[in-house]
């Protein structure tokens, strides 16, 4: 029998942390749009480079307080708010074929605008799932991004490079397959199950693959500061940034695996 506890999740997000660690991701995000836009397109670098600096300043200014207050949480919703937008812009024109996408892969527009929107959530929504729940919504969330990370890798390693593509490719078979067992765990969840080791299993063994994953690209940031890979990467930033959403991940499956094992974690009869 659960505690009453287990009914609700007892981990209330960090607002100030969330806010601190996103924005610096939505900053960097405006840079890599501002990076892959064909010479041309004047404009919107401009606007890419307004989101730029909106961003910077919102970290310093998150930096410096102790609490996130209701003005600069304001002010943080509204430019999160502007900058799926721009996202979603810059994609809708290059579906529609009105301009060219430069080096902006549209999967990369569209992932780019769903970690906003999921920062976006965290500020708009309060956050009472149950832990079972929570966690494998995180688990579906965030092995589609960490799937996609590897694809994006991918294609942008030079085909020389076929150490590393390898390796590339065996993560990205692991995590296409994380991901569709993360789909039908929760799926299964909907039932509400009174426990469920198979989810407490399976997340052990994703939190491992995902620290090989989050090894894989700070070792290949490192390659690429080093000037020791050939590629089409913009910036060795980009792998950092997908480094630390890695981290992040691992770091939110931490807090949630306990309060899981804890709540839903029975012997067999
Ligand atoms: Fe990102
Ligand atoms: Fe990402």
Redesign the pocket.
């Known amino acids: 029998m659960k505690s009453p506890q287990c009914h609700k999740c007892l981990c209330e997000y960090n607002r100030l942390t969330e806010a601190r660690f996103w924005s610096r991701i939505l900053m960097e995000h405006a840079l890599f749009i501002q990076l892959g836009l064909a010479p041309n397109e004047e404009k919107l670098s401009a606007e890419a480079q307004r989101f730029v600096d909106l961003f910077d300043n919102l970290l310093n200014r998150l930096n410096k307080v102790k609490r996130l207050n209701p003005e600069l949480l304001e002010e943080l919703i509204e430019a999160v708010k502007a900058i799926i937008e721009f996202k979603a812009k810059v994609l809708r024109l290059i579906i529609q074929c009105k301009m060219r996408p430069g080096s902006n892969y549209p999967l990369l527009l569209d ?2 605008r769903r ?1 906003a929107e999921r920062f976006l959530n965290l500020l708009t929504t309060p956050v009472a799932e149950d832990a079972l729940t929570l966690l494998l919504q995180q688990e579906v969330f965030w092995l589609r ?1 960490m799937k996609e ?1 590897i694809e994006f890798i991918i294609h942008l390693l030079d085909p020389s490079e076929r150490e590393l593509l390898e390796q590339a490719h065996e993560f990205r078979k692991t995590f296409s397959r994380l991901l569709e067992t993360a789909r039908d765990l929760d799926s299964m969840a909907e039932t509400s199950p009174g426990k469920f080791n198979d989810v407490i299993q399976f997340t052990k063994n994703v939190i491992q693959h995902t620290k090989q994953l989050s090894n894989f690209k700070a070792a290949a940031f490192e390659l690429d500061e080093a000037c020791k890979i050939l590629g089409i990467i913009a910036d060795p930033l980009l792998l950092d940034h ?1 480094r630390r ?1 890695a981290d992040k991940f691992l770091s939110e499956l931490d807090e949630l695996l306990p309060e899981v094992e804890k709540c839903y974690f029975g012997q067999v009869r």
């Open positions: 992932h780019i970690e991004i990370h997908v959403e």
